[in-house]
């Protein structure tokens, strides 16, 4: 349980990053690869997927979304390349929040049945650990993309505390 905050931005039109958290190291054909639930960072108006049409505004791979599963809300608020972002992570038990400057822009239950109903959709749904976990590491993502993160702050929170 933990409220994860922070800082970012992608330098670059077309930018792409995210915080991964509960991640594990999963052998793969080439060594190691870390998987993990990924809060989406991403220019959405200046990616190339958005510009050919492979992406609509507010889909599951726009910035706050949880990467390939929920959508964030229409009334977010993004910043463009070269300024700065705040983001939020709440994960209380198997609730979990994304916030993006001062919005919550979506909330689901790990485990609950549209999460796996989701997950059952997606490139995860032969993994059947995946996003389930009740611990792992948090990892800032390298996608090739320039991304500055700053003030990053973690508190560990009791059980239950944001429903209290």
Known sequence: NFVLEWEWRLFDK??????KYFVKERPD???KYAHGLEYQMLDDDGHAWMQEGKMKPNDYHTAGALYEFF???TEKQLNGPGQFNTSKLVVDGDHVEHWLNGLKVLEYERGGEEFLAMKEKSKFGDRPEYGLQ??????LQDHSSRVGFRNIRIKILRPNSIKD
């Open 134 to 139: 009740k611990e792992g590491h948090i990892l």
């Open 29 to 31: 054909r080439e060594g």
């Open 71 to 73: 959508l964030p809300s």
């Open 14 to 19: 077309g930018g792409n990053s995210g915080v």
